[in-house]
Structure formats: structure tokens, C-alpha cells
């Protein structure tokens, strides 16, 4: 159902306090051809009432004709920022941009947010960033993942279905989404909710077995029959199983880049109003699945690029994969039982 100007506004002006707006800030906002006119509208009225100074910058879509898929996440590499020093120089002036066309990792963009800029994106339907519009508690809920996470030297994961996957950590950051932009150069996403990182290069090793009704994104698609793959020294080195596993492998494949098999990255989700079943309610162009990443005691995993977490692999090919029911230990602590998220003690 579609939801009013005055609850987007209202969302809007709440992510923006979060993200700690001051009246007189210049925001600049990025549209692009899929940017949804309520949103952007929305967020010029909200930017107004609060008094912040806005500009839109509107860039064209780049990769089209390369990427398989519609969807905005299924292709990654250049940007419309790569080489764009006009564009460059105008978000390194401004306090706040926000992302209503996904941009997408680049070098650029970190050089952007290392001037300070904050980069929120939010490109999800008006509905679905008002069901799930962020809140302080969801900041402390992340952030104390997020330092267990950081302290963390091995993850484990299992399932009944037969996943057993040891990722050694320590040698990347712990990136956190909870929705909204607090801290000088911080990126994140509207809506998310959950923790991440990387394993140590070339060291994640064992199986996965993605079972009936696990999500791959950008298929946004539910597996039907079980799927195994097989993790070797950071590699999946066998995707094995039905049909499921015949469309993993030829998408995958069609990029010819063996870093397209590298482990991505690893964590579990934290958002208690993101639901696992959404995705099967949507045409798969009209969202880029927010809820399948972020609904609480998921175990998402995804293969591809590092570059994100500081490591030079830029794989354009990136598969999110959220699972259900499976058991996320942390040195011997299980964090999350049977995708159950085991409360933590605020001050733990
Ligand atoms: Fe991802």
C-alpha cells in the first residue's frame, strides 16, 4: 500500500535528526533515471523544514548493458563517480549526501566520505522506508554486535541442513548498517540492520548448504531444493544441487572472473521490523531486498568484492545470500542459535 507525503516527510525529518542534520547544512542529493519521485520529493520538504540548504545532482546510469539483471546491486565496478571530478568535487563540499540512485562502492566515494561527508542511501520503495525507518535503538542493538563481532577471531556457522563454515577474522574492519549517518564520513544504507566483516583472506574454509527457502539476491529468489557449495581457502570451489544451483552457476559464470567465487562478506541480521517473507510479495524489479538482509538471525553471507572492507579484489559479480535457521558462534559463543538472535547485555 502506498503511504502519504506526510509520513515520508515524517520519516525523512526522523533519519535526518539521527543523522544529526543542523539547520544551514548543505545536503546534495543524487538522483539518477530510477530515483522514486515521493522520495525525492519528500526529502526536499523534510531538508526545508529543517532548514538545511539542498542541491540535487542528477547522474546517468552506468553498466547497463553489462549486468544481467535490473537490479541496481547486481553489477558492481565503475561508477558514474569514476573520473567525474566535477561531481567528485561538488559531494566533498557538501555535509550530507543522499544516495537516492545507488551509487556503489568506488574509490571515489571513499574519498569522498574521508573529507567528512556523511553518504546515506536510500533507494528502497516510500513503503518499505516507512515501515522500517531507523531508530535509536536499532543503533545500540547494532552497535553492541558490532563490538563482539570486532573482538571476534573466528566465526562458525552451522545448520541442520548441513552447513559448516569456519571463517578466521581479524585482518578486516567490522562494518556496521543501522540506518542513518551519526559520525563524520560515515556511510549506511536506509533501511538495514545488521553486522559484517570479512574473513581472513584465503582462510574460510568448510560448506554451506543453503536450504529450501534461503534467499540469493540479486535473484531475489527463494531456494526451492537444497544447494551446496564448497569453501576452500576463501574459494567456493563446487556449487552442487538442482536447478537452484544450474542459475547460480551459469549467473555467475557469464561474469568469467574466478574472483567472482571469492567469500564475500560474512555476518548476521539485527532488524526485528525487516521480514524474510517480503521478498515473495514484490515484483523482483520494484525492491533490492533490503528485508532479506536485514530480518533479525539471518546468516548473510555473499561472495565477490573486499574492496569495501580495504582489500584490493573489485569483483563486478556479488551475490548476497541471506539464510535461515542456522547457528553463528564467535570463539566457541554462540551469538545467534538456530537463527535466533541470543540477546546481549547492553554494556556486554
Ligand atoms: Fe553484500
Excluded at 533490503?290 to 563486478?316: I, V
Aim: charged share 25%; aromatic share 6%.
Amino acid at each position: 500500500m502506498a503511504v502519504s507525503d506526510t509520513q515520508m516527510i515524517d520519516a525523512w525529518k526522523q533519519v535526518l535528526t539521527l543523522s544529526k542534520l543542523q539547520a544551514g547544512d548543505i545536503v546534495t542529493l543524487l538522483t539518477s533515471d530510477g530515483t522514486h519521485p515521493q522520495t525525492l520529493r519528500t526529502a526536499l520538504v523534510a531538508l526545508g523544514q529543517l532548514g538545511a540548504r539542498a542541491n540535487r545532482l542528477e547522474l546517468p546510469p552506468v553498466n547497463g548493458e553489462k549486468s544481467l539483471s535490473r537490479d541496481p546491486l547486481a553489477y558492481l565496478g565503475t561508477t558514474p563517480l569514476s573520473g567525474n571530478r566535477a561531481a567528485i568535487a561538488a559531494l566533498k563540499e557538501s555535509d550530507l549526501v543522499l544516495d537516492l540512485m545507488t551509487l556503489l562502492f568506488s574509490p571515489e566515494q571513499l574519498d569522498i566520505l574521508k573529507s567528512g561527508t556523511r553518504i546515506l542511501l536510500a533507494v528502497e520503495p516510500p513503503e518499505i522506508l516507512a515501515r522500517l525507518v531507523p531508530t535509536e535503538a536499532d543503533r545500540a542493538r547494532v552497535n553492541r554486535a558490532a563490538a563482539r563481532l570486532e573482538r571476534a577471531r573466528e566465526m562458525h556457522v552451522t545448520s541442520a541442513a548441513g552447513t559448516d563454515l569456519r571463517c578466521p577474522l581479524g585482518d578486516y574492519p567490522v562494518i556496521q548498517e543501522y540506518g542513518f549517518v551519526d559520525q563524520p564520513g560515515r556511510w549506511d544504507h536506509w533501511p538495514s540492520g545488521f553486522v559484517v566483516t570479512w574473513a581472513n583472506e584465503g582462510q574460510a574454509n568448510g560448506t554451506v548448504v543453503l536450504d529450501r527457502g534461503d534467499i540469493l539476491l540479486p535473484q531475489k529468489c527463494y531456494v526451492q531444493a537444497p544447494v551446496r557449495l564448497t569453501v576452500r581457502e576463501g574459494y567456493v570451489t563446487a556449487i552442487e544441487g538442482g536447478l537452484d544451483a544450474d542459475l547460480l552457476r551459469d549467473y555467475m559464470d557469464a561474469f568469467d572472473d574466478p574472483e567472482s567465487y571469492a567469500l564475500s562478506h560474512v555476518g548476521w541480521g539485527l532488524q526485528k521490523r525487516a521480514r524474510w517473507s517480503t521478498l515473495a510479495l514484490y515484483d523482483r524489479e520494484a525492491t533490492i531486498g533490503m528485508d532479506a538482509r536485514a530480518f533479525e538471525g539471518n546468516f548473510l553471507w555473499s561472495t565477490g568484492p573486499n574492496n569495501e572492507a580495504g582489500g584490493d579484489r573489485t569483483a563486478a559479480c556479488h551475490i548476497d545470500i541471506p539464510m535461515r535457521g542456522c547457528t553463528v558462534r564467535l570463539d566457541g559463543e554462540t551469538l545467534v542459535r538456530d537463527g535466533r538472535v541470543l540477546e546481549q547485555e547492553p554494556d556486554a
